[in-house]
């Protein structure tokens, strides 16, 4: 079965500081799919970022950056010089296989609050 | 604009009453999904269906039922409205295989009284 945990529940920080959002994630599958959504408070769920797992390729997209580690089957996001725009919950996500059945397994989610 | 429509965004029900919740996508994807997010609890998966014709449970299918209506619409049926199903429900598509991305919907919010 597959497990995606995000340990920390709630961060908040002062806008202009770098913040990582841990993600681990559990899966007997040798291919798979980890994404990365945002949900600010108007409630829509955004896509920022898909990594399969042949591709340990740290990415970085402006102020995003993602950590793939799969020794420690980590994929952690790091937000550098944090905005109040941040502020919004942050969901790690897995699918498996490359199958018509695959399907999305979510953390919990982080909540993210970015003060002035 | 393409992407997956739900319907309605807001619903009261109170205990015991009946509705169905609609979504359709327009972008030919093969597999739709139904969601419910809970506070601290992220989103689980109710029910998908992987193609026309076919539905199969998701982690939390109790109390729920589903019909594939074509390609483009998948329903979530609730026949007998509980207070436990107090939730946002959130519809998804993707192309079903090598899962380039998932797109969802804006969400129902729903609340049983």
């Known amino acids: 079965a597959q497990k995606v945990t995000q340990a920390q529940t709630e961060i908040s920080v002062v806008e202009k500081e770098d913040v990582t959002l841990d993600c681990v994630y559990e899966?007997?599958?040798?291919?798979?799919?980890l994404f990365w959504y945002k949900q600010p408070p108007s409630g829509e769920l955004v896509f920022l970022i898909r990594r399969n797992s042949f591709d340990e390729q740290n990415e970085i997209s402006g102020r995003y950056s993602w950590n793939f580690q799969k020794s420690t089957s980590s994929f952690n996001f790091t937000i550098t010089a944090s905005q109040v725009v941040d502020s919004a919950v942050y969901f790690c996500a897995l699918s498996d296989s490359t199958g018509a059945n695959s399907k999305l397994t979510f953390g919990k989610g982080i909540t993210l609050s970015v003060r002035p | 604009n393409a992407g997956v429509t739900q319907t309605p965004k807001f619903q009261v029900l109170k205990t015991g009453q009946s509705m169905t919740l609609q979504c359709a996508q327009d972008?030919?994807?093969?597999?739709m999904y139904w969601y419910r997010q809970d506070p601290g609890m992220g989103l689980r998966l109710i029910y998908y269906?992987?193609?026309?014709?076919?539905?199969d449970k998701g982690e939390v299918p109790n109390g729920y039922n589903v019909s594939r209506l074509n390609k483009r619409e998948f329903s979530l049926r609730l026949e007998s409205a509980a207070p436990s199903q107090t939730s946002v429900y959130f519809c998804?598509?993707?192309?079903?295989?090598?899962?380039?991305?998932?797109?969802f919907g804006s969400g129902t919010r729903l609340t049983v009284v």
């Open positions: 269906s992987a193609s026309e014709g076919t539905t």
């Open positions: 998804a598509s993707s192309q079903g295989r090598f899962n380039y991305g998932y797109t």
């Open positions: 972008m030919n994807h093969n597999s």
């Open positions: 899966t007997r599958d040798t291919t798979y799919y």
